[in-house]
């Protein structure tokens, strides 16, 4: 009995060593975890959230922007899409900077080559150019990554088409022309940017991504703090207010006001620029000398286009590759393939195509204007006063009569307005969700122009949110008809280069094309409409584009109708 009860007791003293062991490890474990935890907190309220799946080949000093978390195959999207529009290595700049070396368009010269008719052009042939980079010391350029733009034009006959540019990465360009009219053909070439200066454009991107910046006012009683907000947000030891929308997942943030919750946050706006070029970096982007600059012709600047031979098919833009989506003639635009564009020149043409419609408009102020055009177009067209701030909406327009509806709101931030209700930030994926959509049902969009700044992967992730849910009101109503309204060019001082270039908008521009490519939607090439216009490039295009682009939407509510 003696030796059993000491072996119990030996063997309690040992559970019991056990038990303090375990209980040790347990405590330790649960402190480890504990400040993991800490730690994992304190880089969430530096950094927010991070993606799962990182965006391929993300530049170090983006770091501080956020970005969605990525499914596998919208990871793989992601990297197609940037692969898509890779852009020439361009030179690295000398400190200090000298223009002697850049690309300079009074030196640079184009040339018409020979066709094969021997000289002779007839519609429905094509025009090819070579254009020929020199610098300012007259020397030839070796490489490529010039932004360069062409069109063909007839200004008497209000005839224009872009021409379709192609690098070839040694100095040397060809653009081609599609011939569409009889008579006088003259081309006109643009350096937009030398490639010395896309070099600062990327850097600009890559380094600082958040020189647009944007404040919130916050209130609470008579107690009011604006605080710096955006979706790429420098680390400091100032806490965050997420704002990060819980259906789409788009990201935004706040610095947390000293004195007041976030859940007091009451307008967005604007907050301000913050230009940081090197030391002489300024030369780069100079108008009239190498900013929407014209390069002259070494030769003859114009041909003479003779009617169209007989049995010669008629031109297409599916049967030349990457050729126009269309041309002006007389000046009014004319679609190739796809659609016949109707001119709706009166009122009682436009209500009657829209009799009984909802057309919702979504976007940025470019989709405004056209808000703002049918509601002067329209004497019955009332618009209903909302009280909304005229650069922002939301706007309602109502025909009692005609049983007319249409609606504009802008997209959700980044947005450089000025002064947004927080109540007004709507995302568009949310508002396309709020539809019941139909046969009577148009949307339109158009959101481009404040993501100019921004990491392209933040431009690809908003498109893919919005195309899910275009995706989801096709299939729910798909006799809904959506348009989309592409970027377009715009007249360029330095602050518009730097926050808006030509060069920023034509790769979104490709991006949203590629993007909705082979969904049931119908588009409205404003890229190509302002490019061929004889009007000056402007953010806002002129009446007569504007027109154009209406009558193409129109043409798609009520093809073969008009007035």
Same mark, same amino acid.
């Given at each position: 009995?003696?030796?059993?009860?000491?072996?119990?007791?030996? #063997?309690?003293?040992?559970?019991?060593?056990? @038990?303090?062991?375990?209980?040790?490890?347990?405590?330790?474990?649960?402190?480890?975890?504990?400040?993991?935890?800490?730690?994992?907190?304190?880089?969430?309220?530096?950094?927010?959230?991070?993606?799962?799946?990182? !965006?391929?080949?993300?530049?170090?000093?983006?770091?501080?922007?956020?970005?969605?978390?990525?499914?596998?195959?919208?990871?793989?999207?992601?990297?197609? +899409?940037?692969?898509?529009?890779?852009?020439?290595?361009?030179?690295? &700049?000398?400190?200090?900077?000298?223009?002697?070396?850049?690309?300079?368009?009074?030196?640079?010269?184009?040339?018409?080559?020979?066709?094969?008719?021997?000289?002779?052009?007839?519609?429905?042939?094509?025009?090819?150019?070579?254009?020929?980079?020199?610098?300012?010391?007259?020397?030839?350029?070796?490489?490529?990554?010039?932004?360069?733009?062409?069109?063909?034009?007839?200004?008497?006959?209000? $005839?224009?088409?872009?021409?379709?540019?192609?690098?070839?990465?040694?100095?040397?360009?060809?653009?081609?022309?599609?011939?569409?009219?009889?008579?006088?053909?003259?081309?006109?070439?643009?350096?937009?940017?030398?490639?010395?200066?896309?070099?600062?454009?990327?850097?600009?991107?890559?380094?600082?991504?958040?020189?647009?910046?944007?404040?919130?006012?916050?209130?609470?009683?008579?107690?009011?703090?604006?605080?710096?907000?955006?979706?790429?947000?420098?680390?400091?030891?100032?806490?965050?207010?997420?704002?990060?929308?819980?259906?789409?997942?788009?990201?935004?943030?706040?610095?947390?006001?000293?004195?007041?919750?976030?859940? =007091?946050?009451?307008?967005?706006?604007?907050?301000?620029?913050?230009?940081?070029?090197?030391?002489?970096?300024?030369?780069?982007?100079?108008?009239?000398?190498?900013?929407?600059?014209?390069?002259?012709?070494?030769?003859? =600047?114009? #041909?003479?286009? +003779?009617?169209?031979?007989?049995?010669?098919?008629?031109?297409?833009?599916?049967?030349?590759?990457?050729?126009?989506?269309?041309?002006?003639?007389?000046? !009014?635009?004319?679609?190739?393939?796809?659609?016949?564009?109707?001119?709706?020149?009166?009122?009682?043409?436009?209500?009657?195509?829209?009799?009984?419609?909802?057309?919702?408009?979504?976007?940025?102020?470019?989709?405004?204007?056209?808000?703002?055009?049918?509601?002067? =177009?329209?004497?019955?067209?009332?618009?209903?006063?909302?009280?909304?701030?005229?650069?922002?909406?939301?706007?309602?327009?109502?025909?009692?009569?005609?049983?007319?509806?249409?609606?504009?709101?802008?997209?959700?931030?980044?947005? @450089?307005?000025?002064?947004?209700?927080?109540?007004? +930030?709507?995302?568009?994926?949310?508002?396309?969700?709020?539809?019941?959509?139909?046969?009577?049902?148009?949307?339109?969009?158009?959101?481009?122009?404040?993501?100019?700044?921004?990491?392209?992967? &933040?431009?690809?992730?908003?498109?893919?949110?919005?195309?899910?849910?275009?995706?989801?009101?096709?299939?729910?109503?798909?006799?809904?008809?959506?348009?989309?309204?592409?970027?377009?060019?715009? =007249?360029?001082?330095?602050?518009?280069? +730097?926050?808006?270039?030509?060069?920023?908008?034509?790769?979104?521009?490709?991006?949203?094309?590629?993007?909705?490519?082979?969904?049931?939607?119908?588009?409205?090439? $404003?890229?190509?409409?302002?490019?061929?216009?004889?009007?000056?490039?402007?953010?806002?295009?002129?009446?007569?584009?504007?027109?154009?682009?209406?009558? #193409?939407?129109?043409?798609?509510?009520?093809?073969?109708?008009?007035?």
């Amino acid at each position: 009995m003696k030796v059993r009860a000491c072996i119990r007791k030996v #063997v309690s003293m040992r559970l019991t060593k056990y @038990r303090i062991i375990v209980i040790f490890f347990i405590v330790l474990s649960q402190a480890v975890f504990g400040f993991i935890f800490v730690l994992r907190k304190m880089d969430f309220l530096e950094h927010k959230v991070k993606p799962t799946i990182p !965006a391929p080949d993300r530049d170090i000093n983006q770091v501080f922007c956020t970005f969605q978390s990525l499914s596998k195959e919208e990871s793989v999207e992601e990297r197609l +899409l940037l692969d898509s529009i890779a852009w020439p290595e361009t030179p690295l &700049l000398l400190d200090p900077l000298s223009l002697e070396q850049t690309s300079d368009s009074a030196h640079s010269k184009f040339i018409i080559l020979p066709g094969r008719g021997g000289g002779r052009w007839h519609v429905g042939d094509q025009l090819e150019i070579m254009i020929k980079m020199y610098d300012f010391q007259g020397r030839p350029k070796k490489s490529g990554g010039d932004v360069v733009l062409t069109r063909l034009h007839n200004l008497k006959l209000g $005839a224009g088409v872009a021409g379709q540019v192609v690098d070839h990465l040694n100095g040397s360009y060809s653009a081609v022309f599609s011939l569409l009219w009889e008579g006088s053909a003259q081309v006109e070439v643009t350096l937009v940017h030398p490639s010395e200066a896309v070099t600062v454009l990327r850097r600009l991107t890559s380094e600082q991504p958040d020189r647009v910046y944007f404040h919130s006012l916050f209130r609470s009683g008579s107690l009011s703090e604006t605080t710096t907000c955006n979706v790429c947000l420098r680390p400091t030891q100032q806490p965050l207010c997420n704002y990060t929308d819980l259906r789409t997942g788009e990201p935004w943030f706040c610095y947390k006001p000293k004195n007041l919750n976030c859940d =007091a946050r009451i307008s967005h706006s604007m907050g301000g620029f913050n230009q940081n070029l090197k030391a002489e970096e300024e030369k780069l982007f100079q108008s009239g000398v190498n900013m929407k600059v014209s390069i002259q012709a070494s030769g003859p =600047a114009n #041909v003479t286009v +003779l009617p169209k031979k007989k049995g010669k098919p008629e031109v297409k833009s599916s049967s030349v590759k990457s050729g126009p989506s269309g041309y002006y003639y007389q000046g !009014a635009w004319r679609a190739l393939g796809g659609i016949m564009v109707n001119q709706f020149n009166t009122s009682s043409a436009i209500s009657q195509c829209l009799k009984g419609k909802k057309v919702h408009l979504y976007g940025d102020s470019t989709i405004r204007q056209w808000f703002e055009h049918l509601n002067a =177009a329209l004497p019955d067209l009332k618009e209903f006063n909302l009280h909304s701030p005229k650069q922002v909406g939301p706007f309602m327009a109502l025909d009692y009569a005609n049983n007319i509806l249409v609606t504009y709101r802008c997209h959700g931030p980044p947005l @450089r307005f000025g002064n947004v209700p927080t109540t007004e +930030l709507r995302y568009i994926a949310n508002e396309l969700d709020g539809l019941t959509g139909g046969s009577n049902t148009v949307v339109v969009i158009g959101i481009w122009s404040h993501f100019s700044t921004f990491p392209m992967e &933040l431009y690809i992730q908003r498109l893919q949110s919005i195309r899910r849910a275009v995706v989801r009101l096709l299939v729910r109503a798909p006799d809904t008809l959506v348009v989309i309204r592409t970027a377009n060019l715009k =007249a360029l001082t330095l602050y518009e280069t +730097l926050t808006n270039s030509d060069w920023y908008s034509l790769q979104r521009d490709k991006v949203l094309r590629a993007v909705f490519k082979g969904l049931n939607v119908r588009l409205v090439d $404003a890229w190509e409409m302002s490019l061929a216009h004889h009007l000056p490039h402007s953010l806002h295009p002129q009446p007569p584009i504007i027109k154009n682009m209406i009558d #193409v939407l129109l043409s798609y509510i009520c093809p073969q109708k008009g007035g």
